[in-house]
């Protein structure tokens, strides 16, 4: 069963424009959700959680229970954005219950 | 501390070739996981260690795959015999309880021909 859904594998926006990047979750309980970034030749690493409320590189993301989302936003997209990105799910205490979407790859032209 | 170290980063190999691939986590993390990445699937749990215990191993696609930690500062995963289809990113990660965030080594570029 899809836990986790992204459904744009690829995204494009220009520098200085908005981007959402869409996560949508099914999960009955409480949900832990979490944003991870792997930018070209980088290990991919967490960008933010939703227990936070921390805004990391200008990146939020709140979790929206009614609608089961957790989506990704900056007002302002710059080129050093440009990375793929994966939403995730903890289904649960234990670490190994994390799940991941796809991924989106974001690409922020000049 | 070098982070999670993954070797070989890149291997290509021939169809029913044995594959090993190797992961040292990060010290004193008491988890460890192998994700496998690919472009239809994306980023799929395969197997997962605490303690050097594998703890669930449901992810791993067939009996052609086999994981072991012996100790706390070693891991492989193995493929015996290898398919094109497991062309793949295989990435290790470990983590400390109760942190949920993972460390990701850099990952081996599987090639299967």
């Known amino acids: 069963a899809q836990r986790v859904t992204q459904p744009e594998k690829l995204l494009s926006v220009f520098k200085g424009a908005p981007v959402e990047l869409k996560c949508n979750y099914s999960?009955?309980?409480?949900?832990?959700l979490f944003w991870y970034v792997q930018y070209s030749r980088q290990r991919l690493q967490l960008l933010l959680r939703?227990?936070s409320r921390e805004s990391i590189k200008g990146f939020t993301a709140d979790l929206n229970k009614g609608e089961t989302s957790f989506h990704l936003k900056k007002p302002f997209a710059q080129e050093e954005d440009s990375a793929m990105y994966y939403c995730?799910?903890?289904?649960?205490?234990?670490?190994?219950?994390?799940?991941f979407g796809r991924g989106t790859q974001l690409t922020v032209w000049p | 501390d070098a982070g999670v170290i993954q070797s070989p980063r890149h291997e290509v190999t021939e169809m029913g070739q044995e594959v090993t691939l190797r992961c040292k986590p990060i010290?004193?993390?008491?988890?460890l996981f192998w994700y496998r990445q690919t472009m239809m699937r994306g980023l799929e749990l395969l197997i997962y260690?605490?303690?050097?215990?594998?703890?669930?191993d449901s992810g791993m696609p067939e009996d052609r795959f086999s994981a072991k930690m012996p100790n706390a500062s070693f891991s492989t995963l193995k493929i015996q015999p290898s398919e094109p289809r497991d062309s793949a990113v295989y990435f290790c990660?470990?983590?400390?309880?109760?942190?949920?965030?993972?460390?990701f080594g850099s990952g081996t570029q599987l090639s299967v021909l």
């Open positions: 990660a470990s983590s400390f309880f109760p942190s949920e965030k993972l460390f």
């Open positions: 999960y009955s309980g409480s949900p832990e």
């Open positions: 939703h227990i």
């Open positions: 995730a799910l903890l289904r649960g205490s234990t670490l190994g219950r994390l799940y």
């Open positions: 010290s004193g993390h008491d988890y």
């Open positions: 260690f605490n303690n050097n215990v594998p703890i669930d």
